[in-house]
């Protein structure tokens, strides 16, 4: 990129109010053509909102947008199209009935005779794959394709358009470490074909690794820029937070107590009726944590979901505190045996958009006192409980009563985390619990979980990120194709021994090559 | 899937019944069987005729459901369009009835259709720019159209002349399938012409992939600069116009006449068709056939005298099939994801 060249994008003193919220405030930026622009910032600081407002989906309250160099007015996403931006969002668009082909083309649709050209656009399809190297088939459902796919999916959508300018946001936040080596190496074509990018995530590592230049955003506000040659993760981390963040977890020897949970055996199928889980055996014991690592689609989701009383089991036992849960319901798997479970998927399992933080916050608790006497809940009880953890658990948000789908992603997860932690419990169930969180607030919900285990809690940990698990793990469960090949402890274990270990090395088939979403 | 696998499943069934019924209208009609007093029950062509009679309104009335529902309005005031497209045509065609009869006809049935796309023009508004609860905006169709049209009615008032069957050539002189479809009045034309460009619509061309984005998941029509409430108004309306053809058909070409609540409950057994149909033009097609069906075997099984049941019972006849068909079904299928919500957006516009 030469210094000279002009930015193909410009946002000049933006500034966008949200009833209550401040979401940009005198925002500049600029993005030269190819480059990789990382934007960094904690949950709530505004990226995404910045970027739907260049993405022509929300109107700026002040500034301007100026694309090569001519100031524009954007009414709706059309005109950003038309601009050649575009965008792949946070919370994936795509229309799950519909196949790759009419996602791909809805809304820039290729007409013959009056009619749809599918197989036009299925071999545009293919031909943007192959020089991509996105690998998707035109004709296969949405639902059915695994988050890998659907990003790819995403993106491809994005080149059917022409898009010279795209926005990446949060893209990896779902991958598997093979996916966004996979999805870096598209990145860098895409910048070596001289279009730019803007990309989001929390991950520090990967915005070393791959970003041209790096903007960060604090509170609505840029607070500076950084050159990933110089910059490091804690610079980084501290130039976002505006504190020094440990970036590495500080804990004690595990002081292991009796078995909390304890699985015998245990298969299950998955949506398909394909075999998920093949006689999985795995104990936790009180003041433990119990990591479980494993490409995505081993296996894991459907353990947790078995645990949690959202899978039946085919054949074996699960006792927790020394109940029988075989089969149990959820309601009795929280209650009785005293537990919590994160979920993967926040929006499927973990929230509900439509009502507020307060209500989500007593979604397992709103049946029993305080917040319910009798027949009818105590709102006061509900609120206080809500605007008590909202400030312990750093939730960022105007006020109780938003919409949960208000919230900004990283601060559903810090809502969600906050309503299953609050609670006194003996076995913790976490699955993915930093997905899409900032480095600050990581550091936080690490030392929660690392708390809970010492007040006597059995903690399960289930993530896709190796480093998560290396740094909270008491001991490491690894997963393969519905098993687990072996339990390591901490001590022991090495990344590179854990890495052969999830590719299956006790086994002789291949390693799955994609992960499959919850 | 196992989904899929049920869908596939029914309609083979669908297709063998089908296959089944003309085997049998051609030999009842044409060989010594139609001795037998309960198979010309089942299979004359009087019994035939009558379904294809009694499954028009229902038709229309389920494609008025599936062209609203599939971008994401519910519309349970499909009853009221047709009675307000009922009366409408009526009014059009007393007030021409000096005219010419096919001028006046005509007429009758363009005043159908622009009242039931005025209905659905306000259940949209209603909808979207109010945001009333779909189902409350739909209630209140019902009932302005029952309570409007029994009020303006003028008992006095008489239309002259209806829609008289058209023949095709050649192709009616087939024998039985030929009296059955080919020798019919125009609306019933149109309604099963409706079925195919309604399905071609909707799955082959722009405007169905965007309709059914907007009813699956609107916001990401909306990333792609599809302006969703548009479509939802737009589809409202033609939906409405439909649902008003299928009351105009009422008038027009079935009764000749208006009475006060002539629909008598079709909008709702329509309802019935489009989810038992799945939410496809086909698939209602068939459901309201079969639903036809039970009409015209109540009508037969009371002129022919064949059975001693209390004739109350055979009346009960098209409402149970409806309410056991769609019971059985409902789980089954699959509404449109987004339907019933209201898409707001900051970019959102209507
Ligand atoms: N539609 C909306 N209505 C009201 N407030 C909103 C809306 N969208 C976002 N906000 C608020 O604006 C602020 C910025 O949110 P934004 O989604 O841009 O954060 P972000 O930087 O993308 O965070 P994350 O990393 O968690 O995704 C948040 O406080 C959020 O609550
Ligand atoms: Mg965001």
Redesign the pocket.
């Known amino acids: 990129m030469s210094e000279a060249a002009m930015p193909v994008l410009e946002a000049r003193h933006i500034t966008?109010r949200?009833?209550?919220?401040v979401?940009?405030e005198d925002v500049n930026l600029k993005l030269y053509p190819g480059e990789i622009l990382a934007l960094l910032?904690?949950?709530?600081?505004?990226?995404?909102?910045?970027?739907?407002i260049v993405y022509g989906l929300?109107k700026q309250t002040e500034g301007e947008i100026i694309v090569r160099g001519k100031p524009v007015e954007m009414s709706n996403p059309n005109d950003a199209i038309q601009l050649g931006i575009g965008m792949v969002f946070?919370h994936f668009q795509l229309v799950p009935v519909m196949t790759v082909a009419e996602n791909v083309m809805l809304g820039s649709e290729t007409i013959k005779r009056g009619l749809l050209d599918t197989q036009q656009v299925a071999e545009r399809i293919t031909e943007l794959s192959q020089r991509y190297g996105l690998a998707v088939d035109p004709y296969a459902m949405v639902e059915d394709l695994p988050v890998g796919v659907r990003q790819r999916v995403e993106i491809v959508k994005t080149l059917y358009r022409n898009a010279d300018i795209l926005i990446l946001?949060?893209p990896t936040a779902v991958l598997t470490p093979q996916e966004i080596d996979g999805l870096f190496d598209v990145m860098e074509l895409l910048r070596s074909q001289g279009k730019s990018i803007i990309f989001?995530t929390?991950k520090l590592k990967e915005v070393l690794r791959i970003s041209d230049r790096i903007i960060v955003?604090r509170d609505?506000k840029v607070v500076g820029e950084a050159d990933p040659k110089t910059a490091t993760q804690s610079t980084l981390a501290a130039m976002m937070v505006g504190r020094e963040v440990i970036l590495t977890v500080d804990k004690d020897e595990a002081q292991p107590g009796p078995v909390v949970l304890d699985m015998q055996d245990v298969s299950a199928k998955d949506d398909h009726g394909q075999p998920a889980l093949r006689n999985v055996s795995l104990q936790a014991r009180a003041g433990e944590i119990v990591g479980v690592a494993g490409v995505q689609g081993n296996g894991q989701s459907e353990l947790v979901e078995v645990l949690t009383g959202l899978r039946s089991l085919d054949s074996g036992r699960i006792t927790i505190n020394g109940l029988d849960m075989t089969n149990a319901g959820p309601r009795r798997v929280t209650q009785d045996g005293q537990s919590c479970h994160v979920p993967e998927d926040r929006h499927a399992y973990g929230m509900v958009d439509a009502y507020s933080v307060a209500h989500n916050l007593v979604l397992n608790t709103y049946f029993q006192p305080p917040f319910a006497n009798g027949l009818t809940v105590d709102e006061q009880a509900i609120r206080r409980h809500a605007e008590d953890l909202v400030e312990r658990y750093d939730v960022?948000?105007?006020n109780v009563s938003?919409h949960a789908?208000?919230?900004?992603?990283?601060?559903?997860?810090k809502m969600v985390v906050a309503r299953e932690f609050s609670r006194p419990v003996k076995l913790l169930i976490a699955a993915q619990p930093t997905r899409?969180?900032?480095v600050g607030s990581i550091e936080f919900i690490h030392q929660q979980i690392v708390a809970k285990r010492d007040e006597g809690a059995a903690v399960l940990l289930v993530s896709a990120e190796l480093d998560e698990i290396m740094a909270l793990s008491d001991r490491i469960a690894v997963m393969y194709k519905g098993e687990i090949v072996d339990i390591v402890p901490r001590n022991r274990a090495t990344r590179e021994g854990l890495g052969l270990l999830m590719a299956g090395a006790h086994s002789e088939e291949p390693a799955p090559v994609a992960g499959k979403a919850g | 899937m196992t989904k899929n696998g049920v869908l596939k499943k029914s309609q083979w069934i669908a297709g063998a019944l089908a296959v089944a019924a003309v085997v049998m209208a051609v030999l009842v009609n044409t060989t010594a069987l139609g001795q037998y007093t309960w198979l010309r029950v089942l299979f004359g062509v009087s019994a035939l005729n009558f379904t294809l009679r009694a499954s028009v309104p229902l038709v229309l009335g389920a494609l008025c459901g599936i062209l609203c529902e599939r971008t994401g309005i519910i519309n349970i005031g499909i009853e009221g369009m047709m009675l307000a497209g009922a009366f409408a045509a009526f009014v059009a065609k007393v007030a021409t009835n000096d005219w010419p009869l096919l001028a006046s006809l005509l007429f009758g049935v363009a005043i159908a259709l622009a009242v039931g796309a005025l209905m659905g023009l306000l259940h949209a508004t209603l909808s979207i720019r109010y945001r009333m609860d779909q189902i409350i905006s739909g209630t209140v169709i019902i009932i302005l159209a029952a309570g409007t049209s029994a009020y303006l009615f003028d008992r006095d008032a008489v239309a002259q002349g209806k829609f008289g069957p058209v023949r095709i050539p050649l192709l009616a002189d087939i024998p039985v399938i030929g009296d059955i479809l080919f020798q019919n009045p125009p609306i019933t034309y149109m309604a099963l012409l409706l079925v195919v460009i309604v399905h071609v619509g909707l799955f082959y061309t722009r405007w169905g992939l965007r309709s059914r984005a907007c009813g699956e998941h609107p916001r990401a029509a909306d990333t792609v600069g599809i302006n969703v409430n548009r479509y939802r108004y737009l589809n409202t309306m033609l939906g409405g116009a439909l649902a008003g053809l299928g009351g105009g058909f009422l008038v027009l070409e079935a009764v000749g006449q208006f009475q006060e609540g002539m629909t008598a409950g079709r909008g709702f057994i329509s309802l019935a068709a489009m989810i038992f149909g799945n939410w496809n033009p086909f698939g209602a097609l068939a459901a309201a056939t079969l639903f036809g069906y039970t009409q015209a075997l109540q009508n037969e099984l009371l002129l022919a005298g064949v059975t001693q049941a209390p004739r109350q019972f055979i009346s009960m006849l098209p409402y149970v099939v409806t309410i056991v068909a769609v019971s059985g079904f409902v789980g089954r299928v699959r509404p449109p994801a987004a339907e019933g919500k209201v898409y707001e957006?900051?970019g959102s516009s209507e």
């Open positions: 966008k949200f009833p209550g919220v979401a940009n910032g904690e949950n709530g600081a505004g990226k995404s909102t910045l970027m739907n929300y946070q946001d949060e989001i929390h955003l609505g960022r948000t105007p938003v789908a208000n919230l900004s992603g990283g601060n559903q997860q899409g969180i900032d | 957006t900051e």
